[in-house]
């Protein structure tokens, strides 16, 4: 069958690609730039240059696709304008899913996210928790969502969305400054500390994501995947202290004046272009709880994760080592 992924020069996108192409699918991505793929050459693989964002590119790259990974994403970074996740989170999706109708795609697979959740205040977290979008990548990506699942099920569209946990592995690069901050002397920590940080491994993700685009039972279905376990950010950070063998001492910091700062900075430097020196969001990464329920995907995908923290943790530190990042 081919396949179509986007978003598959991202971490996530390109770990699935690689899967489907090990599997003996062929995979057709949707990249913004041919030069970004990091993908091996392979005859299975086929590359179309072009934005989600532009409808006709969109229409070629799903024309003769049996599936559709929607993977693509934008996350926060100065250059970027709320308008940017709209066109992409909403309207990208949007133009995907009319083409799915038009070129009778079989199934759809739609990455959102655990954030639509928010801070987590009564863990753990279900499918059927309340909706508490704190950003602009959240509220877009709840919005995106909530457009594929009414026009999946108006259209007759196949559809499954999956919401990941915190994504990491080797090769993934935006939870680097978590093990960063775990290997200092004296580790700096905003807040208590006490708050739940649910993580994925990489590997059992794009289980889950292939699961959902073959089992049955999960269309019309949204599922939250993530690992099985499920630690306190204090205790996560002592874990990766331990397994890379530096001393652990933590230091707790009052994290409203970070949350002021952050505010601050974004509507200052964002505006201007220029890289805010800290954002609201990365110090709502210290203080919001995030814990999540993963019985929905293993009741109706078989979904079992295979990597426990300590061994995923383990590997995605031997990786970082060996690029000389740690």
């Known amino acids: 069958m081919k396949i179509l992924v986007t978003g598959g020069t991202g971490f996530t996108g390109h770990n699935l690609s690689k899967k489907l192409l090990q599997d003996g699918h062929q995979v057709r991505l949707l990249v913004r730039s041919r030069s970004r793929v990091a993908l091996d050459q392979n005859p299975a693989l086929e590359i179309h240059e072009g934005d989600i964002r532009d409808r006709a590119a969109v229409d070629k790259a799903v024309a003769g696709v049996g599936k559709i990974f929607n993977i693509a994403a934008m996350f926060r970074s100065a250059s970027s304008v709320d308008q940017d996740y709209h066109d992409i989170h909403v309207e990208g999706t949007r133009h995907l899913l009319e083409a799915a109708v038009k070129y009778t795609v079989e199934r759809f697979v739609h990455c959102s996210t655990v954030g639509v959740h928010g801070d987590v205040k009564v863990p753990p977290a279900t499918e059927e928790s309340p909706y508490a979008p704190a950003d602009i990548y959240q509220r877009t990506k709840l919005e995106g969502e909530l457009l594929a699942r009414e026009f999946a099920a108006k259209n007759g569209v196949a559809l499954s969305v999956v919401r990941p946990t915190a994504i990491y592995g080797p090769g993934d690069m935006r939870l680097l400054k978590l093990f960063k901050l775990a290997v200092k002397r004296i580790t700096p920590v905003i807040g208590t500390g006490r708050i739940f940080y649910h993580m994925v491994y990489i590997d059992d993700l794009v289980q889950g994501f292939i699961l959902a685009s073959e089992v049955r039972a999960a269309i019309g279905e949204v599922f939250i995947i993530g690992g099985e376990e499920n630690m306190i950010l204090d205790d996560l950070l002592t874990t990766i202290s331990r397994i890379t063998g530096r001393p652990e001492t933590k230091v707790h910091i009052p994290a409203l004046p970070f949350q002021l700062a952050g505010s601050l900075c974004e509507k200052i430097c964002i505006p201007l272009g220029i890289e805010p020196p800290i954002y609201r969001r990365r110090v709502d990464?210290?203080?919001?709880?995030?814990?999540?329920?993963?019985?929905?995907?293993?009741?109706?995908?078989?979904?079992?994760?295979?990597?426990?923290?300590?061994?995923?943790?383990?590997?995605?530190?031997e990786w970082y080592k060996a690029q000389g990042l740690l």
């Open 285 to 317: 990464f210290f203080t919001k709880s995030r814990s999540f329920d993963i019985g929905k995907a293993k009741r109706l995908l078989g979904y079992s994760p295979r990597y426990g923290l300590h061994e995923g943790l383990s590997r995605t530190a």
